[in-house]
């Protein structure tokens, strides 16, 4: 059985001004997050902005949310690392935490060959009794998880039961697919294209979109699995230009700016990343009153 099908959210980690984390404020979104029928909770991933939380902050995120989710939808906690045993560090902690499950990132800057990256993800699911799915996402990471090292994975190790496609190669998804033969529940990792990879058997997305637009991304996925494939076609392509203003400077500038610009007041973004420019700032605000979510 899948951790969740339809909406994940890769949520934003909110901050005060200071820059410290926002748990008041993260509870909030989370059950704002619920009410609107998201289907799942992805904490500390590449829109939680893991990259600059020290690792008791991360471990402290990851348990909050469990807290404020209440079990009423799975949490998935971003784990990866570019080190292994700082990855079976981060992993065993949510474990602890109580989790559903974890979200694995390839190892960013090292550049791991598939060999690496087969011992890499091995490693980690041995330390661990969670579902673990894999988050390939080479323009950010400069490594690409290929469908045979996927399927080997996948074959080998029962508890690696997931994969996060973030390439934007719809023939890597269909080759990855076909090799893993009905064994990968497959997530959309890319707002453009949910609703071409759920037609070759993706269970849903883990969506940054959801974050300022979660009933519509629910709605979506659940057309699409009730065979009202019309009506998922309409909600993925009206959403495009949102999705494109969402990506036109490097996630998460863009969906915090969004979520500030609907009141919901997620703060500042940590360095190196900065606040989004006047000109894009002024993109985005045009499209979400479009989509009539501002």
Request: with cysteine; net charge negative; glycine share 8%.
């Amino acid at each position: 059985m899948a951790i969740f099908t339809g909406a994940g959210v890769a949520i934003v980690t909110p901050m005060k001004n200071d820059e410290e984390v926002n748990y008041t404020k993260l509870e909030e979104l989370i059950n704002w997050q619920i009410d609107q029928g998201t289907d799942s909770i992805i904490i500390a991933g590449t829109t939680g902005e893991s990259s600059t939380l020290t690792m008791d902050e991360h471990e402290k995120v990851i348990r909050a949310a469990v807290e404020f989710t209440k079990g009423r939808v799975p949490v998935i906690a971003g784990t990866g690392s570019n080190c292994t045993r700082t990855a079976i560090q981060l992993s065993q902690e949510a474990e602890v935490d109580g989790v559903d499950g974890l979200l694995i990132v390839t190892p960013y800057y090292n550049k791991a060959t598939q060999e690496g990256l087969i011992r890499h993800y091995s490693a980690i699911a041995r330390e661990t009794k969670l579902p673990i799915i894999l988050y390939n996402v080479p323009g950010r990471t400069g490594c690409n998880l290929m469908p045979e090292t996927v399927a080997a994975l996948v074959k080998n190790e029962p508890n690696i039961v997931g994969l996060k496609e973030a390439t934007g190669n719809m023939a890597q998804a269909s080759k990855t697919m076909y090799l893993c033969d009905g064994n990968l529940d497959l997530y959309s990792g890319e707002d453009g294209l949910v609703l071409p990879l759920m037609s070759i058997g993706a269970k849903g997305v883990i969506s940054v979109w959801s974050n300022v637009a979660p009933a519509q991304v629910h709605q979506m996925c659940q057309s699409f699995f009730d065979g009202d494939i019309e009506t998922a076609r309409r909600l993925q392509a009206e959403a495009l230009p949102l999705v494109d203003a969402l990506f036109s400077e490097v996630n998460p500038i863009p969906v915090k700016k969004a979520l500030n610009l609907m009141g919901k007041e997620v703060g500042p973004l940590r360095a190196p990343l900065c606040e989004m420019s006047e000109a894009n700032a002024a993109v985005l605000a045009k499209v979400m009153k479009e989509y009539g979510i501002l």
